[in-house]
């Protein structure tokens, strides 16, 4: 029963190095319990119980110091704040080429079409969210802007 826990252990504890979000520490936690108990006790109902009670000992203890850690919302950045924001097309935007450029508020960013529609340079576009490294962009006029404009 030894290796079993040692296993559950090990699984919840990968878990919770692959999602980051405390969800599955408690448990691992219990199963460390469970695990050391093998020490004391071969009866897999008492390991169980060990288990159980660790478990939620350690859900009802820490989640409060967790939650304080974390601190709600991230502050946006500077990226963030293009998000809604009208662009210029600077270079033409064709998603399976990756070259495409747009200027926001005299700044120039990579971007790529939200419809993934080719979209021409001069073009105004408005700024839909962030993907890597590159603003996600859709067309609002057909329009071009004015000579010198950004």
Known sequence: MSIFWCIVFIVFLVV???TVNLVTLWFAAGALGAWISTA??????????????VSLVAL???????KKLRKGEPEPTNADRTVGKEAIVTRP???DRGEG?????GVVWS????SGEPLTEGERVRVTGIRGVRLVVERIA???APAGEE
């Open 16 to 18: 919770e190095l692959l």
């Open 111 to 114: 971007a790529v079409s939200e």
């Open 101 to 105: 450029e747009v200027t926001v508020e």
């Open 93 to 95: 935007v064709i998603n």
């Open 60 to 66: 009802l203890a820490l989640r409060p110091l967790a």
């Open 40 to 53: 004391f006790t071969d009866n897999w109902i008492i390991q169980t119980a060990v288990f159980l009670i």
């Open 142 to 144: 057909e329009e071009k």
